[in-house]
T-cell receptor, first 112, second 113 residues
Framework: RKEVEQDPGPFNVPEGATVAFNCTYS??????FFWYRQDCRKEPKLLMS???SGNEDGRFTAQLNRASQYISLLIRDSKLSDSATYLC?????????????FGKGTKLSVKP | NAGVTQTPKFQVLKTGQSMTLQCAQD?????MSWYRQDPGMGLRLIHY???????DQGEVPNGYNVSRSTTEDFPLRLLSAAPSQTSVYFC????????????FGEGSRLTVL
């Protein structure tokens, strides 16, 4: 099982739609979880951290299920500017708990 | 506010040549790392450092060397470039090894012919 798995998409949705991305991770000792956003030919940037109680930032909601080792990201009222690749990120690989392991990303395309 | 600065942004090498990708951060971060990103493979960790004088291997270290003589700088050396090292390389830093947001440089696109 890969360390961090995501559906690659692409997800093609109309403006205003609600879209959800899922991610599973294999290391049960992981303690830190994030969603990063990467625009085409740009560097990844932090979208939001994911907390055990779930957290919301405007139109974005992140959830964590430790028992199932599953993270989700919900985007409501999609905008054209939300088009990007969304990376699920978990700590714990490469010999150090501090190292962040990235999923391959889920591509979102929001159409007018 | 510079953040993480990588140079060069683009480079073309011939097989067997060596080169160094430079990375500098001005945020006094303890943790620095190098990733490579290839189509369909996602970001993979090459090497990382939890502080000056300390480096360690990540998932794909072969063919690369690093050093961390100062807190600010974390250069990545390609010893003898191979076409398989054609990739986009990202340097990233965070305040401590286990805390905080990971900040990325803008990336370096390397082509090995």
């Amino acid at each position: 099982r890969k360390e961090v798995e995501q559906d690659p998409g692409p997800f093609n949705v109309p403006e205003g739609a609600t879209v959800a991305f899922n991610c599973t991770y294999s290391n049960s000792a992981s303690q830190s979880f994030f969603w990063y956003r990467q625009d085409c030919r740009k560097e990844p940037k932090l979208l939001m951290s994911v907390y055990s109680s779930g957290n919301e930032d405007g139109r974005f909601t992140a959830q964590l299920n430790r028992a199932s080792q599953y993270i989700s990201l919900l985007i409501r009222d999609s905008k054209l500017s939300d088009s990007a690749t969304y990376l699920c990120v978990v700590n714990g690989g490469g010999g150090s708990q501090g190292n962040l392991i990235f999923g391959k990303g889920t591509k979102l395309s929001v159409k007018p | 506010n510079a953040g993480v600065t990588q140079t060069p942004k683009f480079q073309v090498l011939k097989t067997g040549q060596s080169m160094t990708l430079q990375c500098a951060q001005d945020m006094n971060h303890e943790y620095m790392s190098w990733y490579r990103q290839d189509p369909g493979m996602g970001l993979r960790l090459i090497h990382y450092s939890v502080g000056a004088g300390i480096t360690d291997q990540g998932e794909v270290p072969n063919g690369y060397n690093v050093s961390r003589s100062t807190t600010e700088d974390f250069p990545l050396r390609l010893l003898s470039a191979a076409p398989s090292q054609t990739s986009v390389y990202f340097c990233a830093s965070r305040p401590r090894a286990d805390t905080g947001e990971l900040f990325f440089g803008e990336g370096s696109r390397l082509t090995v012919l």
